[in-house]
């Protein structure tokens, strides 16, 4: 199961992304129930705030798009995992 | 002359942050006024969801801002505060207004870089502040670890360090500065919608008014200045000048590590994305090139002639928050129209310069009625997509 994380926008608008093969990772029982516990369904649209990071968030058939303001909580701690897994390699 | 701002649903003529503060107050001698201000704000859905979008502290008010004060606009009233690298606002305050110079060099370039920009608003276009009402300009530095960016968060700017690999600390550059108070005026003005082609208009606004701001405070006319946006945001292990170019989209950087500047400066390669929000930074490069031909076009200082149209475009009012380009070539036609006249070469290179970067400015539309219809598809190129850009990396 892989995760991917892309960070577009911010005032250099460049984009940035990240991925990790969650059954790869020595906490992988970790991962798993962090990726099942999210709230894939209850995002909600919310205006985009201006040179805000926007995350797109993919894994198996989720596919989420958040501001920068609403990445709070699991889904920090899910993007934060996920770099520093990138950061490591 | 610009027409007072005029509009059936928005009210332009008192700025929301002092419409905010009248409906908040409770003094039975600006009863009428607030009872007024609450209305507006009922009335008003962008200006209510700005209010929502506020922090939950309440903002500084410079004194003067509200009937009865008696300071006169003109100055600035800075605050910078400090947030110690976590992710916290506002921090804790640093420096305020008067005070000399702090030890801290992102303190101090915060701090001018709002001089400087309240000084070309204020000087140039009589503008008090980003709300027209002295609202206070306040700044965060040191935001974050490692944080590779510079926002408004509607109410404050904050700047991050950098990660002193691809990037420098985000206060060194005055153009970032100007750009993101800039956020402040728009979002004060025509709220332009940060998406889509609304998006990329607004962020054309903070590229164009963030050059001026430097251009303003260095004394450059249009052939000498740089129309960089972000020089020397990159340290000196990145291949490039800065992150974008007003004069020529797509050649800012071209690095082996960042990839190649992806700005467009024309029409036929407008990038169809759900990145960025609908490529909000990537497509301003249109709107972006026809100021700089409109610039150049006049000659002299970009703030005068071209400066005040596009700023008269954004305050006089009509103009949808979700407008797209060629609504908004139309609204710019409609002011250079307006202030210098037809058939004035300032109104002349205003429609040269949107019909260079394809964008169409139709004939037939009435020219300086603000409740001309804005947001029309009319004289505009059918934008060219990109699918590669959707694509994971």
Known sequence: MKVVVSRSGGITGMRTTWEVQVDDQPDAPRWAELLKELPWDQVE?????????????????HDVILGEPELKGMWRE???RVRAVNERH | MAAAPSHPTRCTIVPPYLLMRLAELDDPRFAAASDAARHSLQRDSPIRDLRNAVPSAQPRRRVGALPGDTAEPGSPDRSIADAGGLENLPGRIVRTEGQPPASDVAVNEAYDGLGETYRLYWSRFGRDSMDDAGMPLDATVHYGRNYDNAFWDGQRMVFGDGDGEVFNRFTVSLSVIGHELT???TQFTANLAYEGQSGALNESISDIFGSLVEQHAAGQDTAVASWLIGAGLFTDQVEGAALRSIKDPGTAY???????DPQPG???GYVETTDDSGGVHVNSGIPNRAFYLVADALGGNAWGAPGQIWYDTLTRGGLSTAVDFAGFAEATAASAVERYGHGSPEASAVRAAWSAVGVGVGV?????DPKAPSGSTKGSAIPRSSPAQDQPE
Not at chain 1, 45 to 61: F, G, K, N, S, T
Not at chain 2, 254 to 260: E, N, S
Request: charged share 30%; aromatic share 8%.
């Open chain 2, 183 to 185: 956020h402040g005026f």
């Open chain 2, 364 to 368: 037939g539309v009435a020219v300086g």
């Open chain 2, 254 to 260: 071209d690095d082996d590590v960042l990839g190649k």
């Open chain 2, 266 to 268: 024309h029409m036929s």
């Open chain 1, 78 to 80: 899910l993007v934060d």
């Open chain 1, 45 to 61: 649209h919310r205006a985009p705030q201006p040179d805000r990071y926007v995350y797109r968030i993919r894994c198996e058939l």
